[in-house]
């Protein structure tokens, strides 16, 4: 059974920083693309970052380039969020996602559908 387990978030006040993981219960992990989402009290999920198989290619919704970073250790089958100069707008419910395929194709990291796995959730709460 696939289990996704993030953790990390918290409450900080805006402008600090956070650091999310995602340990990922997945044989093929190392093979598997990974993403990150949010979803907001009465909002969407939406899309926030992605990573593919290796680390070499990561994607970035707008809002949070040049603050988030995503990174991977496919060694300890973690994934991670990096998250700087923090805004109240970034605060969510922030999701990681296991895509089973080694990247993404055009724009479809944007897409929640076309990742095969989620984990639970971890809450960030950036207080102004």
């Known amino acids: 059974q696939v289990q996704l387990v993030e953790s990390g978030g918290g409450v900080v006040q805006a402008g600090g920083s956070l650091r999310l993981s995602c340990a990922a219960s997945l044989r093929t992990f190392s093979s598997s693309a990974m993403g990150w989402f949010r979803q907001a009290p009465g909002k969407e999920r939406e899309f926030v970052a992605a990573?593919?198989?290796?680390?070499?290619?990561?994607y970035y919704t707008d809002s949070v380039k040049g603050r988030f970073t995503v990174s991977r250790d496919n060694a300890k089958n973690t994934v991670f969020l990096q998250m700087n100069t923090l805004k109240p707008e970034d605060a969510a419910v922030y999701y990681c996602?296991?895509?089973?395929?080694?990247?993404?194709?055009?724009?479809?990291?944007?897409?929640?559908?076309?990742?095969?796995?989620w984990g639970q959730g971890t809450q960030v709460t950036v207080s102004s």
């Open positions: 996602a296991a895509r089973l395929k080694p990247d993404y194709s055009r724009n479809s990291y944007y897409t929640a559908e076309d990742h095969d796995y």
């Open positions: 990573i593919n198989w290796s680390g070499d290619r990561t």
